[in-house]
């Protein structure tokens, strides 16, 4: 997460402990065992914070031993202060792009998943929309998924709609269904797209290889993505991608069918020392807007999105190495 605006100029300790709701002791010992850290620069537990400071918490355990606890206490109590502190950051990190009477729009952070699932322990942006207060009313739908009628993945960030009540819900499902709202993604894929712009049609299904993977398939789901190229790298192109459809993993299968999958996409097939270079930990996909028609008033709505820091990061990476 960014430093947020009144912790710029604190103490790495303090900010820590407020954002955390603990003491100072044990934030000093989350940044001395670099479980807390900030993303481009050193800093201990007395650093000032800086406007544009990124704060990351580490999932693995630096240190093995603490004083009158064993091996194997410090490893457990480090993994859950990791976990919890990660947890927090990212919910600390959802932003609320639009919100009024019948839906929210946020802009979800990576590592966060829509809703509860099987086999998911992280945050997720109905239980992170229930501490912030915002009530979704609407009694439509899986009671683990209430309001929820379009998903981003959990490693994809950028903006998502979430319906409070019920007209909402089942007015926004039909335009979902019926293809009617606009879903611009930005994605930076591998190699020199050919074209200025084109239309992948190829239907999608699960893969037999994983449970968690897609493919193109003939028996699969029809599935349309139209792209629009807006920088090039030659070793990358950025590329806006519109949605006819919203099949499970869509865009990072279809670019994957052509020869172009998303930079940091290990689970289909990128290339690692490119994203190792760009300092990349997950695909480079971002949400950046919704156009749609609202559920009550009947007026067209746009809401747009900005890059997060990491993949703002990475883009600048791939410019200075296309130089």
């Not at 981003?152 to 926004?172: F, N, P, Q, R, W």
């Not at 993604?185 to 893969?207: C, F, M, N, S, W």
């Not at 037999?208 to 030659?234: C, M, N, Q, Y």
């Amino acid at each position: 997460m960014l430093v947020p605006k009144d912790l710029v100029g604190c103490r790495f300790d303090v900010a820590i402990a407020q954002l955390r709701n603990i003491s100072r002791s044990k934030a000093s010992e989350l940044i001395a065992k670099r479980i807390v850290y900030l993303a481009h620069r050193k800093a201990n537990k007395s650093s000032l914070l800086l406007s544009g400071d990124e704060i990351l918490c580490d999932d693995v355990v630096s240190e093995k031993s603490l004083a009158n606890k064993s091996n194997s206490e410090v490893v457990q109590d480090s993994e859950q202060d990791s976990k919890q502190c990660a947890n927090q950051i990212v919910e600390h990190n959802m932003v609320i792009a639009y919100q009024d009477d019948d839906i929210v729009i946020v802009d979800k952070p990576v590592g966060m998943a829509a809703h509860a699932a099987n086999g998911w322990n992280g945050p997720t942006v109905v239980d992170t929309l229930a501490k912030r207060g915002i009530n979704i009313l609407t009694t439509l739908g899986d009671e683990f998924r209430r309001g929820i009628v379009s998903r981003l993945d959990v490693g994809t960030s950028g903006l998502m709609l979430v319906c409070k009540t019920d007209l909402a819900y089942e007015v926004m499902k039909k335009q979902f269904a019926n293809h009617t709202v606009t879903k611009t993604y930005h994605a930076l894929v591998q190699g020199d797209l050919t074209q200025d712009k084109a239309t992948i049609e190829a239907p999608i299904g699960r893969a037999k290889v994983s449970d968690f993977r897609f493919t193109i398939t003939p028996d699969g789901k029809p599935a349309v993505t139209h792209w629009d190229v807006l920088e090039r790298f030659g070793r990358a192109t950025l590329a806006s991608v519109n949605l006819e459809t919203g099949r499970t993993h869509q865009i990072r299968v279809h670019f994957t069918s052509i020869g172009h999958p998303l930079v940091g996409d290990s689970m289909y097939g990128a290339n690692p020392v490119l994203a190792e270079q760009l300092g990349l930990h997950r695909q480079w996909l971002h949400s950046m807007a919704l156009t749609f028609t609202h559920p009550r008033s009947g007026k067209t709505l746009t809401v747009q999105s900005h890059y997060p820091s990491d993949l703002q990061h990475a883009l600048e990476g791939m410019r200075e190495l296309s130089k």
